[in-house]
């Protein structure tokens, strides 16, 4: 049985692969912000950097090894470039890019030792033809592509691979709150498909990416994002 440590994974697209690994018989540990109770979680914020070894030990005491890691924790700021707020980009900086940074740090050491490791990395279809209003958001998801790429390369000698989903619109709650309803029907009207991605899709690509059938593929950004990303 694998081991695979996942973060934000009590909602949404988190939610939806922690539920498919679990079915699939992985044994997941997950983390976020929300009050669970289970040995199998930590509640944590990881936008504060120090908090990330924190995780790292919390799984490894409960699981022994991490097989697997899925960085998915992540979040969104909306704001034109001329009104950042200088404390909000640093966190969202942190939580996005860095903490990932430092998570694929602590967990390299024991995948080169057991000649073995997969790392996802949960991007966005913004980190890869911008979104205006999103820059900062935008700029770190973009920053994770050339960390998922160049890992790759220092990686693949050790059997270990990293790719990277970068999604769309997902159908989830917080899309959901973020939308009222004629707002959403002119979202979903510039998306080739005509619809938002189910986080389940998400998920079941994790399932394949981890899998021994895709373990040539290595350093790959791949957008799951109904064809949004080819452009109109």
Known sequence: MKNVLITGSTKG?????KNELELSGYNVFGSGRSKIIDKNYLEIDLSETENVKLLYQKAKEVM??????????????????????????????????ITPCLLCSCVAEDMKKNNFGRIINIGSISGVVGEAYASIYSATKSALVGLTKSLALE?????????????????????NNALNKEEKAQTIDIIPQKRFIEPVEVAKLCKYLISDDAKGLTGQ???????????S
Request: one cysteine or more; charged letters at 10%.
């Open 13 to 17: 697209i988190g939610l939806a692969i």
């Open 64 to 97: 022994g090894n991490i097989d697997i890691l899925i960085n998915n924790a992540g979040q969104f700021y909306y704001e034109c470039i001329e009104k950042i707020d200088t404390n909000k980009a640093q966190k969202l900086i942190s939580l996005n890019f």
């Open 155 to 175: 990686l693949a000698q050790y059997n270990i691979t990293i790719n990277q989903i970068n999604p769309g619109w997902v159908e989830t709650n917080l899309t």
């Open 221 to 231: 950004s791949i957008n799951l994002c109904a064809g949004l990303s080819c452009g």
